[in-house]
């Protein structure tokens, strides 16, 4: 499974980014999908998390700003994200749990290659 993050960028504090990731490859089902991302110096922290039955989870610090989803139809993985803060500024990685074609061989974690979030004040 191949996962490629997208629309990350430069935006000033109090605008909005649209992420996506959209997955890719050969597998039985694409199950719980996330975002996470890691700041300079910290640690790799969640996001956002969507289950494929579309129930979400966030983190205090996103709660009312961020909002995740998912189009199971295109196996894309979408991260709105408004009121833009300086401390949201990371590389946002994209994370999706997969079972494998062979069912048989159970599931796996994938993680994309990140992109870029800087939020100027």
């Known amino acids: 499974v191949q996962l490629q993050a997208s629309g990350g960028g430069l935006v000033q504090a109090g605008g909005s980014l649209r992420l996506s990731c959209a997955a890719s490859?050969?597998?039985?089902?694409?199950?719980?999908m996330g975002w996470y991302r890691q700041a300079p110096g910290k640690q790799r922290e969640l996001v956002a998390t969507?289950?494929?039955?579309?129930?979400?989870n966030y983190a205090d610090s996103v709660k009312g700003r961020f909002t995740i989803s998912r189009d199971n139809s295109k196996n894309t993985l979408y991260l709105q994200m408004n009121k833009l803060k300086p401390e949201d500024t990371a590389v946002y990685y994209c994370?999706?749990?997969?079972?494998?074609?062979?069912?048989?061989?159970?599931?796996?974690?994938?993680w994309g290659q990140g992109t870029q979030v800087t939020v100027s004040s």
């Open positions: 490859g050969v597998f039985f089902s694409i199950n719980a």
């Open positions: 969507i289950t494929s039955g579309g129930s979400t």
């Open positions: 994370n999706a749990d997969a079972t494998h074609i062979i069912v048989a061989l159970g599931s796996h974690e994938y």
